[in-house]
């Protein structure tokens, strides 16, 4: 997902945070106070009722019946249980109604709790046994109202007047569409079968491989079947229907032969293969800063659909205009913006962080986010060299509010502060300086995806990584950016040869090495809280922090 572009809807969040804060909270309290609600809890939490079995294998059968804007469909899942169990927890958002659930051929009782239905089997399924659950529901789908950032199902009609339907679920979570398990930290493991039954003049595209189309005549419906062999992470299944062409190409990379597949509307094929060339080229970059593609067996695939774009895994959407830049804008204020394009590039950024390697909790969403924003500036770096990606990530320092930390409210699937984007992509940015080793710190990058290959992770884990292949601990960096709204803050004082410098704004033991550059010298210093001096070779008359440091400086009085 991209950064919500209604920035008066971020002026107002301001306002209104600004105001709560002073009138309501008083200081010192961090605005996400909200008590977590019981459905949020069931939501974003590993209740006993999911804890006992783990997901498999999803096989996905929907219907979408536009005339009626409603869906009709089943999910049977295979899970192997890890505990003993008896009852289970399975997500799917009103309006939709779970109708049936079939168990070795019988009929099981299930009552519903808001968005949770509560599965009870006749007797308590044994640990270590693979097993199948069938759930059969239906009903009209919340509809989107701006997706992809509040999404659902968009019942849309393309510029010819046919449907174009699209889902979009991030953040809301795939349970706005179809029944599973909806939380981030278990993903199928032997992949899933996406079967999409829509009218016979239209074309599914989802996620995977199209495996084989079934024509209905009586009934004039196509099904459409789909499969992904990977583990997948629930939001990023996707269903889009319309009147789709396609055309394919081939990838030489790190993993072989990669098939790609762009879907368009016949209208929009001529400007496609011209944007689309961006395709390969990202790709390259990637495999290059992150290691091969992830999702080889999958294919890589292009969507158009009618929001901006989303990271649906292997099947990465696109509505950027077939233009450079975001929707006409760059991100980065700098004009660099303009020489690629910002959905491909960004979308596709997530298939390693973000599809590769999936947060378990959606508070850890700079995972992904954090991450596929400093992609941007590695893809830039890689085309047009380090300078233009430096000038890129720090340009992009304009978006960052501060409002509250990147990290969100641990379960309750609650994100947290839209900084995960630009602040999180300059504090990587941060944290390369440091590192101080450009190989070392793509083989970080390139770890990171080995070795937490189609895995979900915790924040920590990524943290410790990145500490332990780094052998610098950056614990207390993590802390600041992560968890502090406040910007470290360098306050200097020159007096001839003599440099004096401390940390404020740091939360206790920051002691980030910093690079400055003392009369056009680059010097490396390690502040702390407390005041330090050094003494230069000679009087200083410039001093400055560089810039590729996501720090803010001041006089020491
Ligand atoms: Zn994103």
Redesign the pocket.
Known sequence: ??TKRKIPRVIASVFVFVFAFHFVYGPAISGQEKPISRQETLRGTITPERAWWDVLHYDLSVRFMPETRSIKGSNFITFKTLLPGSRMQIDLQTPLNVTKVIHGGSELKFEREGNVFWITFDKEIPQGVEDRVDIYYEGRPKAATNPPWDGGVTWGRDDLGNWYINTTCEGIGASVWWPNKDIGYDEPDRGMKINITVPENLVDVSNGRLKGVDHDAQGKTKTYHWEVTNPINNYGVNANIGNYVNWSETFEGLGGKLDINYWVLPHQKEAAMKTFQEVPRMLKAFEHWFGKYPFYEDGYKLVTVAYPGM?HQSSVTYGNYFRNGYRDRDVSFTGIGYKFDFIIV??SG?EWF?NNISMKDAADMWI??GF??YAENLFVEYYWGKKEGSDYVIGSRKNITNDSPIIGTYGANREGSGDM?YKGGNMLHTIRQIVNDDEKWRSILVGLNTDFWHQTVTTQQVEAYITQKAGIDLGKVFDQYLRTTKIPLLQYRTEGNKISFKYDRVVPGFAMPLKVVVNGKPMSITPTESVQSIDATEPVKTFEVDRNFYVESAALL
């Open positions: 997902m991209t990271e960004h979308e997530h973000g992904h986010e596929t924003n984007y």
